[in-house]
């Protein structure tokens, strides 16, 4: 939302677009959420039947933004400011083997780390991956606290 605001307004010449110098996102779905694509296949495949059309009715209830989480936000270039990109990852911090793997296919438990990641976005973009947490804990984590007090300038806290 933050990334498509700016490039309206940047667009229309509106005076908050020049000033806004970085734009921070947690555990967007720059590229798309699959829960959201399964929600969107599970409403069609229900609206088939009379019998399941209430209840496609219902699944169709989730709001316009949640519905368009599905396709994401693509394209190659960041905004002009500049684009801090924080996700977690599932599984612990330090892990070896698959468990890397496995998280970064999985990502947050909602958002993927591709996804999260927009690693088709070029210009001044900055990802930081935290492993071990999952899509709330990016809300109030401590490791996402100090990392975005580092972008913006300031100490890490001490904990």
Known sequence: VARQAHAVAAE?????????????????PHQGAPLATV???????????EVTRPLARLANARSRGIKDLRRGLKG????????????GTLGDEGATGLVPLVGRWLGDGLVRAGS?????????????ELAGLGHMSLLNHPRVYDVIRRWLGGAASAR
């Open 12 to 28: 229309r010449g509106l005076g908050w677009a020049t000033r806004t110098t970085m734009i921070v996102c947690l555990g967007s």
């Open 39 to 49: 929600g969107h296949a599970t409403a069609a495949a229900l609206e088939v039947s």
């Open 76 to 87: 190659g270039a960041a905004p002009a400011p500049a684009l801090r990109l924080v996700f």
């Open 116 to 128: 999260a990641s927009a690693d088709e976005l070029t210009g001044d973009v900055q990802r930081v």
